[in-house]
């Protein structure tokens, strides 16, 4: 049986992932989110073959991210699979946290480096576990600002979601980099463009009237968007080369600011700074 912790499975392609886990798993999910209503309304629509448990977490917050992590401790030991899925497109105006940190970066990466960092000694106790943080090919559309990461100063809505892609890929490397000679694989993915309630978001205003076309045409279904999520959560340990990025079920290439370990070692350094947590 296996422990899976999942964040982002109220709504979008993570309603498809999980419940295509809870077909193909024995398994017990501690369910991260911040709307329990919401998750028992999906579970009672449909229900779910495993053990589940909701455990209360906004992920822009450090307090409750760490109440969190004390949750998922109190129910278990060892952790085999832990899925950062949740995300956010933001507002055009900026947003702050409650951390009065920047809300995509809060929620896209720092959330994801806070929880797999504390969850780190389960992920540790289990024989063979992976962490799976899902990306976007929007990474390539990323303009890093080294002396502003919140982008305080000039901000965009759309950039700041493109360095957090950016950002999911650096951390998922770095990360995998620490752990070589661990049984802890991490690796991420694309979905693709998917119809979910962030794309209708994030499309542009003026165009919204083309979005039933987009939708039927360009974008993919929320269960092809969980399709490669899914691949790698069943992927066997020995098969996954860690700190890869996916699409389509293969590895990819990534960009070459991606690629680039300077920019992984600042981001790294910026993400213990704005959390106040170093990695053991
Ligand atoms: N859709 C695309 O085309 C696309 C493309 C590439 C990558 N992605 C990535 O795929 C992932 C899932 O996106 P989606 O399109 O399925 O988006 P979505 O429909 O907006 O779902 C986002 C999920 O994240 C959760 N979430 C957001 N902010 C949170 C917070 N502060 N605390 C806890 N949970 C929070 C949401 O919870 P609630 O249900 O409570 O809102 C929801 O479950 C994201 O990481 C996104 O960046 C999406």
Redesign the pocket.
């Known amino acids: 049986m296996e422990n899976i912790v999942i964040?982002?499975?109220?709504?979008?392609?993570?309603v498809n992932w999980l419940y295509q886990l809870d077909s193909a798993k024995n398994a017990v999910f501690y369910v991260?989110?911040?709307?329990e209503e919401?998750f028992n309304r999906m579970i009672k629509n449909r229900e779910l073959a495993n053990k589940s448990y909701f455990i209360q977490?906004?992920?822009?917050s450090i307090q409750s991210i760490n109440n969190a992590v004390e949750s998922v401790k109190s129910l278990t030991d060892s952790i085999d699979l832990l899925i950062n899925?949740?995300?956010?497109?933001s507002t055009e105006s900026i947003c702050m946290s409650p951390d009065n940190i920047e809300m995509t970066l809060a929620?896209?990466q720092l959330?994801p480096f806070l929880l797999s960092g504390q969850l780190l000694p389960l992920l540790k106790n289990s024989k063979r576990s992976h962490i799976i943080n899902?990306?976007?090919?929007?990474h390539r559309d990323a303009k890093v600002n080294y002396e502003d990461i919140e982008l305080k100063n000039n901000f965009d809505a759309e950039t700041a979601?493109c360095n957090?892609?950016l950002y999911s890929i650096l951390f998922t490397k770095k990360l995998a980099n620490m752990l070589e000679g661990t049984q802890v694989k991490v690796s991420c993915f694309?979905?693709?463009?998917?119809?979910?309630?962030?794309?209708q978001?994030a499309f542009p205003q003026s165009l919204k009237f083309i979005y039933p076309f987009f939708k039927r045409f360009i974008?993919?279904t929320?269960a092809q968007?969980a399709a490669t999520g899914v691949f790698l959560s069943l992927m066997l340990s020995a098969d996954i080369s860690s700190g890869s990025y996916f699409k389509n079920n293969k590895a990819k290439q990534v960009s070459k600011q991606a690629n680039d370990n300077s920019i992984a070692d600042w981001l790294w350094a910026e993400s213990e700074r704005l959390t106040g947590f170093k990695y053991a």
Do not use: H
Request: with cysteine; glycine share 14%; net charge neutral.
């Open positions: 964040t982002g499975v109220t709504s979008g392609f993570g991260l989110g911040r709307d919401k977490c906004d992920l822009d899925n949740a995300g956010v497109w929620v896209n959330a899902t990306a976007s090919f929007r979601y957090s892609k694309d979905p693709g463009i998917v119809d979910t309630p962030m794309l978001q974008a993919r929320p968007g």
